[in-house]
């Protein structure tokens, strides 16, 4: 993990720049296998898994049976711990329910809104090199929560053509039940335009490597949303003499072996912690099983030597990081200037693992500087609002006359109308 000292201003961009992302290399192959699966189905789904995963599909849907029976090869203690982590999930997000208020903004005004869920969200979980069952509760909690009348979810199969237990009893727990072997651009292509066996949705959820993301931004162009354009895992640490070199660099690797493509910053006005993250990151980099995959994301990283805690909050905030761990003393002064991050970490017991297991909060979050205009998702990533009004004789004849002369500087002769004829009515 290289090591920079004191850079200038007009290097930050250079420096901080992520492993590149080559969309439009993908382009045509998204194009190719969304075309397919428009045309032949589930017949190519069944394809593509087997040309990418190398599994020969007869049956896309997990049966309940399966579903059903998944638990029993996994132990007690990680039932458990799912059990937690999802109580923990389902409060926080619960918290997060906005009651209907009626708001009168002229006397006789009356305007409110109202939420209603997104009756069909599809819901992606990787599930290649690490089955991610923490994800299917970050997104299926919610998504029940919200009440959405369906959700599907699709997540790769293994080499026998299974599904990951833990993903399956997560699934169970949730009370999804719409479960699909399919992974990848077919997985969300399935989702966006529907085929025999797998129904199309409104919006589509869930992490995945550069193909996954650049199916999801396919599908907008179908007309369904999704939560937001999030690629690779990254994390930025801000520390000073008060962090524990120990724990910056296990949260360092932690973000790492996420994937070669992942990137993980150091900044610290502390040139001492800096050599000490460095020696404890090589000594806990050797006692990974994912040593190689978190070898090559370090080569995309950076430790970063800044004059000041001033200089490390600019940074961070034009990085804008998917999760910064805020590890300092004077933390309060960090916290009041962070303008950009997907979600924030505080202090030298708040690993970021907190967040994407069973603290509560969501761990899918916008990446790639995303952070500066989206949102991690939340209760209402799965609901939309409706815009209510209603107006009394008495409320047109207060906010009529400023609707005419609005509508008359702006040439709209039909819109005065539509208020005048009201006004100028008798009955």
């Known amino acids: 993990m290289q090591t920079i000292k004191y850079p200038q201003k007009n290097e930050w961009n250079q420096i901080l720049a992520r492993p590149t992302i080559e969309l439009e290399e993908m382009e045509e192959v998204v194009k190719q296998i969304f075309k397919e699966v428009k045309a032949d189905g589930d017949a190519a789904l069944r394809k593509y898994t087997w040309f990418y995963d190398r ?19 996994i132990s007690d203690e990680l039932k458990n711990a799912i059990q937690i982590a999802a109580q923990n999930i389902e ?59 369906e959700v599907v979810l699709c997540t790769p199969p293994d080499k026998n053509g299974q599904i990951n237990p833990a993903i399956l009893y997560a699934c169970k727990l949730v009370g999804i039940t719409q479960v699909f072997r399919l992974g990848g651009i077919q997985a969300i292509a399935a989702m966006a ?21 650049a199916a999801k931004q396919a599908a907008t162009q179908l007309g369904v949303a999704i939560d937001m354009p999030a690629g690779p895992s990254e994390v930025l640490i801000m520390a000073d003499e008060s962090a524990v070199p120990e724990f910056v660099a296990a949260d360092l690797l932690s973000q790492a072996e996420h994937g070669p493509d992942s990137q993980v ?18 000594k806990q980099l050797k006692q990974l099983s994912r040593e190689a995959v978190a070898t090559k994301a ?12 001033e200089d490390a909050l600019e940074i961070s905030n034009m990085y804008a990081p998917e999760h910064l761990i805020v590890s300092v003393k004077n933390e309060e002064e960090i916290l009041n200037g962070i303008q950009n991050a997907g979600s924030v970490f505080i202090g030298n017991y708040t690993p970021e693992s907190a967040g994407d297991y069973a603290s509560g909060t969501n761990h899918t979050l916008p990446t790639n500087g ?40 702006e040439q709209l002769e039909a819109h005065k109308n539509a208020v005048s004829i009201r006004l100028n009515k008798t009955c």
């Open 298 to 309: 370090l080569n995309n990283s950076r430790m970063i030597l800044v004059q000041s805690a």
């Open 193 to 213: 335009l529907g085929t025999e066996s797998v129904p199309g949705v409104y919006k589509i959820f869930g992490p995945g490597n550069q193909f996954v993301t």
């Open 370 to 409: 995303y952070a500066k205009s989206y949102s991690g998702v939340g209760l209402n990533s799965f609901m939309k609002s409706i815009s209510f009004q209603k107006i009394t004789r008495e409320g047109l004849q207060n906010l009529g006359p400023v609707i005419e002369i609005m509508a008359e500087a």
């Open 55 to 73: 599994v020969k599909i007869d049956e896309l849907a997990v049966s309940q049976s399966e579903i059903d029976g998944a638990e029993q090869f």
């Open 91 to 149: 409060k926080f997000h619960k918290a997060q329910k906005v009651e209907t208020e009626l708001i009168e903004t002229t006397e006789g005004v009356s305007c409110w809104r109202k939420f209603t869920p997104i009756d069909k969200v599809g819901l992606y979980i990787p599930g290649g090199s690490a089955p991610l069952f923490s994800t299917v509760l970050m997104l299926g909690i919610p998504a029940k929560i919200a009440n959405c009348q």
């Open 265 to 282: 910053i150091l900044l610290s006005w502390n040139e001492a912690l800096i050599e000490k993250v460095q020696l404890e990151l090589s």
